[in-house]
């Protein structure tokens, strides 16, 4: 039987402990979260907890066990020009499809039915998830390996490698997402916006449902600069330019994609309630991409006619224009006003035009560069 392990993790200006039995959780949390110090036997006391087991996880099918471990499987190179024919791909979009949140007022929880489930325990900061028992994290970097013993039979003579579509859904399923819950009630406020960083710091897009943040930060990351995230900041609440990711991820229609030229290198994925294409950032990912100072904040305003440009704006049309982009998840402590009137004061502008693609990526990289 495989032990159980704890380790120390350190999201910005937090901690994490992780407990499972599952060796892969702790490389995939190392792309997450610097490993910390754990000299100190109290140095954890006030951290977050987060426990992954192996156990039932509600309704569904053995088949649903199968249909994952089989999409774990690397299949190919994808024709010249064309999406990637990723077994591991489709069925992440699947599950995707399929998962749930549940918000209650001491406890949140989300599931794939059959396949995993993670609870969020508000008062107490624990995350328990669970898996379903053909699931194991235990799968080989390095092709081949055999999946476990306790799968039927014939798919446990099948040899599979961590695709890494699977990779990334583990980790933000797991860990990333449940921890960001909990992050967003202690020294972090959620914010409803974009973030892409360089050598000089990050700028902050903001703006409402349909404005082109996740396009203007696809079209960023083409170019070079590092992406914090394309719809959810985090901000420190004793620092309003302190600026960390919440998830970490990037998705966006299949045609914004098919604009930018990156459609074939894009994976299916299913987000706000509608299919679209995911830009893989977890492969490559590392803790020091999730974390910057910001240098300025740009709300989004009309794209066309182009070129782009900055607008000036006074502080009170700043706090009028950022109300623009609010969501409910910005209303758990009392809304992000704090954070945009400390903006405001510091000066903010506007980005017209970025129809214009190439001229607002150049605007971003003149900012942060």
């Given at each position: 039987?495989?032990?159980?392990?704890?380790?120390?993790?350190?999201?910005?200006?937090?901690?994490?402990?992780?407990?499972?039995?599952?060796?892969?959780?702790?490389?995939?949390?190392?792309?997450?979260?610097?490993?910390?110090?754990?000299?100190?036997?109290?140095?954890?006391?006030?951290?977050?907890?987060?426990?992954?087991?192996?156990?039932?996880t509600g309704a569904g099918n053995t088949g649903d066990y199968e249909d994952f471990l089989e999409g774990a499987r690397e299949d190919g190179a994808a024709a010249p020009g064309s999406p990637r024919p990723d077994a591991a791909a489709s069925s992440i979009l699947s599950f995707e499809e399929r998962l749930r949140w549940v918000h209650g007022a001491s406890e949140i929880r989300c599931e794939?039915?059959?396949?995993?489930?993670?609870?969020?325990?508000?008062v107490s900061t624990e995350i328990r998830a669970a898996l379903a028992p053909g699931l194991s994290l235990s799968l080989s970097k390095e092709p081949p390996f055999p999946p476990p013993s306790s799968l039927p039979l014939p798919l446990s003579k099948k040899s599979f490698s961590l695709s890494s579509s699977l990779a990334s859904f583990l980790a933000r399923t797991l860990l990333e997402a449940p921890a960001a819950v909990l992050l967003a009630r202690r020294g972090w406020r959620a914010l409803h916006a974009g973030g892409v960083s360089g050598p000089k710091g990050a700028v902050v897009l903001r703006g409402g449902s349909g404005a082109g943040k996740s396009t203007l930060v696809a079209a960023a990351h083409a170019a070079g600069l590092t992406v914090l995230g394309d719809e959810s900041l985090f901000v420190a609440r004793g620092d309003p330019d302190a600026l960390a990711a919440s998830v970490r991820e990037l998705t966006l229609r299949a045609d914004s994609a098919a604009l930018l030229g990156i459609l074939a290198s894009t994976m299916p994925a299913f987000s706000g309630g509608e299919e679209k294409r995911r830009v893989e950032l977890f492969e490559g990912s590392r803790p020091g991409m999730r974390e910057a100072r910001r240098v300025t904040t740009l709300l989004l305003g009309p794209r066309t006619p182009g070129p782009a440009r900055l607008v000036p704006l006074a502080p009170a049309q700043f706090l009028s224009e950022f109300a623009v982009g609010e969501i409910p998840q910005e209303h758990v402590d009392g809304g992000a006003g704090a954070v945009a009137r400390a903006w405001a004061d510091a000066g903010g502008a506007r980005l017209d035009g970025a129809s214009d693609l190439a001229g607002a990526v150049s605007l971003l990289k003149g900012l942060v560069s």
């Open positions: 039987m495989t032990d159980v392990t704890t380790r120390v993790f350190a999201p910005p200006g937090d901690l994490v402990t992780l407990t499972s039995s599952e060796p892969l959780l702790f490389g995939l949390a190392e792309r997450l979260w610097e490993p910390a110090a754990t000299g100190n036997p109290g140095h954890s006391g006030n951290a977050i907890a987060i426990e992954v087991v192996r156990g039932s794939v039915p059959g396949v995993l489930n993670v609870r969020i325990d508000l």
